[in-house]
Each structure stands twice: as structure tokens, then as C-alpha cells.
Nanobody, 118 residues
Framework: QVQLAESGGGLVQPGGSLRLSCAASGFTFSSLSMSWYRQAPGKERELVAVITTTGDSIYYADSVQGRFTISRDNAKNTLYLQMNSLKPEDTAVYYC???????????WGKGSLVTVSS
């Protein structure tokens, strides 16, 4: 089965930067559409960014547009989320999600906590 492992979360000051990684295993990474979600305490999980199998199409939520960058390295089977100009409202558990589009199957990582605070 596909397994996803997030890393790179932690504590960062407002205005700072952080890069999250999501390592995939158990399947051909290039066949998976990838995305990042986040869930803040007391709030619903929300979509942050999406990248297609080859990286030819990318989507960002309005709240992170211009500050976050999603990318993937298919040779390394890894998804990234570069987060710049972080705000306290970015504090959340960030989840990596993979989708095998041909069959509509989805896989989720366990999440990585990002805390933006002074």
C-alpha cells in the first residue's frame, strides 16, 4: 500500500519560513496527484495546495497564495510545501494526501504540526 510520511514541522516565528516534506512509498509516485491539507484546533480540515502528477497544474487556497509553494520531485518520491511569511493563523496540523486518480483511491499521512508563534 501507499504510505505517506510528513516531516519538517515545528515552531517558527511570525514572518519566518518552514519547509514540509512528504515521502511516499509503496506505489509509483508519478501516478499520484498530491496535495496538502491543514487543520487548526477547533476548525475543519481545509485544502492548502494541489499539484498534478507531473507538476503541470498547481492550485493554492486564497489564504496561502503568494506565500506557499507546492512542488514535487518524482525521482525522490517526495512532495514539498515551502511556507514563507508565516502567520499565526497558519498554525495547524498539516497533512499530505495522495490520490490515485484512475481509481479514485486516496491516501493520507498522519500529519505534521506547524506552530507559528512568538
Amino acid at each position: 500500500q501507499v504510505q505517506l510520511a510528513e516531516s519538517g514541522g515545528g515552531l517558527v516565528q511570525p514572518g519566518g519560513s518552514l519547509r514540509l516534506s512528504c515521502a511516499a512509498s509503496g506505489f509509483t509516485f508519478s501516478s499520484l496527484s498530491m496535495s496538502w491539507y491543514r487543520q487548526a484546533p477547533g476548525k475543519e480540515r481545509e485544502l492548502v495546495a494541489v499539484i498534478t502528477t507531473t507538476g503541470d497544474s498547481i492550485y493554492y487556497a486564497d489564504s496561502v497564495q503568494g506565500r506557499f509553494t507546492i512542488s514535487r520531485d518524482n525521482a525522490k518520491n517526495t512532495l514539498y510545501l515551502q511556507m514563507n511569511s508565516l502567520k499565526p493563523e497558519d498554525t495547524a496540523v498539516y497533512y499530505c494526501k495522495a490520490r490515485w486518480g484512475t481509481y479514485g483511491i486516496e491516501y493520507w499521512g498522519k500529519g505534521s504540526l506547524v506552530t507559528v508563534s512568538s
